[in-house]
């Protein structure tokens, strides 16, 4: 069974960086996709950046430019670089993972909660001014 695990949170300024990772684990085959989402408090869980491992990445448009999906695959762990954060990026942030894709889908997909059936605990992101 897959199981993630989030670090790298933590409270910064805003204009400043933070660099999240997600270790999967228990499973040796390389998952299909895995995203970041986030959810402030009060507000539905959003996606931030997907990536389809040896594929494409997409992000939300607010973080475009400023946040990067990448993935170690020899390490199994995800990464998202956060740079010129601001207040409004303050949330729990989450990985997600998939393990295959359907037969068709579309791009939009992949930043979607319900695309995704495992996912971690979440580290807490917090952005002041």
């Known amino acids: 069974q897959v199981q993630l695990v989030e670090s790298g949170g933590g409270s910064v300024q805003a204009g400043g960086s933070l660099r999240l990772s997600c270790v999967d684990s228990?499973?040796?085959?390389?998952?299909?996709?895995m995203a970041w989402f986030r959810q402030a408090a009060g507000k539905e869980r959003e996606g931030v950046a997907a990536?389809?491992?040896?594929?494409?990445?997409v992000y939300l448009d607010s973080v475009k430019g400023r946040f990067t999906v990448s993935r170690d695959n020899a390490k199994h762990t995800l990464y998202l670089q956060m740079n010129s954060l601001k207040p409004e990026d303050t949330a729990i942030y989450f990985c997600?993972?998939?393990?295959?894709?359907?037969?068709?889908?579309?791009?939009?997909?992949?930043?979607?909660?319900?695309?995704?059936?495992?996912w971690g605990q979440g580290t807490q992101v917090t952005v002041s001014t």
């Open positions: 228990g499973s040796t085959n390389t998952p299909y996709a």
């Open positions: 997600a993972e998939r393990s295959s894709a359907p037969p068709y889908y579309h791009t939009s997909a992949l930043l979607l909660p319900s695309w995704y059936p495992n």
């Open positions: 990536l389809v491992i040896g594929g494409q990445s």
